[in-house]
């Protein structure tokens, strides 16, 4: 069975797919949290300006004609430093972190999901392998009575009514024993369809359907239950990350601060110096400058007021729906429990009834 299950793991494109998901969500968390630190960058210009008629410069001392850069020729060689300090980034990253938790809940409801239909295709090719052995000593029993029925006809011992009942039930019996080798064939296609890459049903399976399994107590259920049910954790996580959108939404009443630093050239000559000295001495083109942005939000024709809206509502529908969870989680626990408990009494009862009729058998 572990066997099957990593084979499974490994060639199920559903549970590969939730595992893409959840670690494309871990990329995502990680570049909203990069997004909150500041950036650098290295910025390089080249502008050029329409020069002005010499006389023109010469009168008023403007070498250009339009006011478009600070010379006539304007080189911008700087680093800037970036941050912007905006409560929707923050509200965007822990919304990141909800969806990462909640895509990796979601691989952990595959993964379980994939474990139920490895664990029922498993036993059921297994019980088909059995009842195709129990077919097929039918099958011989009813091919030895009809013989044996045949040989008392000719003794004059049975009618002949009584062979041609017999013949009816040898062929009930072998029509059994072919349906139930169609249906072993299928069983053994589904289960290697989820094991192979590679399509290959020539495969054993080890027999440990008697193996006994305990069965803890309700309470134990319903704890681990509470803690690890994966069906409730993506609920709770998609109510945070619906949580944080209406935080994000309401930022969008606040205003936001850029923070810019640059430092390097920026001068009519594209060199670290000035091209000329003054009294001997060499000034150096490189300098910082610092700006600071504040963006007040003051009219957006409602817009805000509809995505706060708009997220109020997907927040009240996640909450709705962590509620059914739980509450299904409540029933299902019950109704499984019952459901194992039977099952391991009709085992024990069976498993007598196989020791009793083994036991006839040699008798």
Do not use: C
């Not at 002005?52 to 403007?62: E, I, R, S």
């Not at 024993?177 to 020539?202: G, I, K, S, Y």
């Amino acid at each position: 069975m572990q066997d099957a299950l990593e084979r499974a793991r490994a060639n199920s494109t559903q549970f590969q797919a939730a595992k893409t998901d959840a670690a494309i969500a871990k990329q995502d968390r990680y570049q909203a949290g990069a997004a909150l630190l500041p950036s650098v960058t290295y910025n390089n210009d080249v502008l050029y300006t329409q020069g002005a008629p010499a006389l023109l410069a010469a009168q008023t001392g403007v070498p250009v004609l339009f006011i478009a850069n600070n010379a006539v020729h304007e080189y911008v060689s700087q680093a800037n430093v970036h941050e912007t300090i905006d409560a929707a980034a923050i509200a965007g990253f822990r919304r990141a972190s909800a969806n990462a938790a909640l895509a990796r809940a979601k691989q952990e409801i595959a993964s379980r999901g994939l474990v139920v239909t490895v664990v029922q295709n498993y036993y059921a090719l297994a019980a088909a392998e059995a009842k195709v052995a129990t077919a097929k000593k039918a099958g011989e029993d009813g091919d030895n009575f009809l013989k044996l029925t045949q040989e008392l006809e000719k003794g004059g011992e049975v009618a002949h009514s009584d062979v041609i009942k017999a013949d009816l039930q040898a062929r009930e019996r072998n029509r059994q024993l072919q349906e139930t080798q169609l249906a072993l064939l299928n069983a053994r296609l589904d289960l290697a369809v989820l094991l192979f890459p590679n399509f290959d049903d020539n495969f054993e399976l080890a027999d440990d359907l008697h193996a006994a399994v305990p069965l803890p107590t309700p309470e134990e259920v319903q704890q681990r239950a509470a803690q690890e049910n994966p069906d409730v954790r993506a609920a709770l996580e998609a109510t945070k990350a619906a949580g944080h959108d209406v935080f994000a939404a309401r930022a969008g009443y606040l205003p936001a601060l850029g923070l810019d630093y640059w430092y390097g050239i920026d001068a009519p000559n594209f060199g670290v110096n000035f091209p000329q000295r003054f009294n001997g001495q060499n000034f150096s083109n490189l300098g910082s400058s610092i700006s600071a942005t504040l963006d007040i939000p003051i009219w957006n024709w409602g817009t805000t007021q509809s995505k706060v809206k708009q997220a109020e509502l997907k927040h009240d529908q996640a909450k709705r729906e962590l509620s059914f969870t739980q509450r299904k989680l409540l029933a299902e626990i019950k109704s499984l429990y019952a459901e194992a408990e039977t099952a391991l009494n009709e085992l024990s009862g069976l498993q007598r009834s196989a020791e009793f009729a083994a036991g006839d058998a040699k008798v």
